[in-house]
């Protein structure tokens, strides 16, 4: 059953990608790390974002994602098939996190969106120091993304894509100990841990 998953998963992901390069021009620049565990944080501007990242990424995401969707007629489906690890707006998140470091744990990558949120204007927003807690806790390295295009693509207030080009920019590793410097208290490394991913964030963006 693993190896059909897999299959069908790769299958899916390809497909999707093809689409994306017929309609979007859709490129990537650079790769993620071939092995080991991860977190792949990329800004977010558009409901395209999840599968753009995905198509992105050489080895499959677990990504963590507001259980608003977690009762969607239409998606959840393909949510559960994705093991998507829901973040409560409500209530305790234990699980979530008990959950996100087995997955690491276990050496699988996971895909965040730190600003928390879906841009209504296209900029990127303020980065949420709390979203690197399982980074701090793990001490994995964070890999920084950005998705170019996708808000001219379909903004959160659109209803149907437009072929806008969209680019991917994959970054170097940021290693835990450069996110997290020993020396802080846990606030303080997790505030300085978001000030260095948007920067390396934003400086993805110049390079497009």
Known sequence: MALLDHLAFLVFQKSVTMLFRLYFGYRVVGAVPARGPFILAANHTSYLDALLVGGASRRRLRFL??????????????????????????????????????????????GIFPEGGISYDGEMQPLKPGTLSLAARKQVPVVPMYVDGAYAALPRTGRFPKPARITICIGEPIPAADLFPAHLSRTEALDHGAALLESRLRSLATRL
């Not at 559960?80 to 276990?106: H, K």
């Open 65 to 110: 994602m507001t259980d608003l969707f977690a009762k969607s007629r239409i998606l959840g489906w393909f949510f559960t098939w994705n093991r998507v690890i829901y973040v409560r707006e409500d209530g305790s998140n234990r699980q979530m996190f008990r959950d996100a470091l087995d997955s690491l744990e276990n050496g699988e990558p996971l």
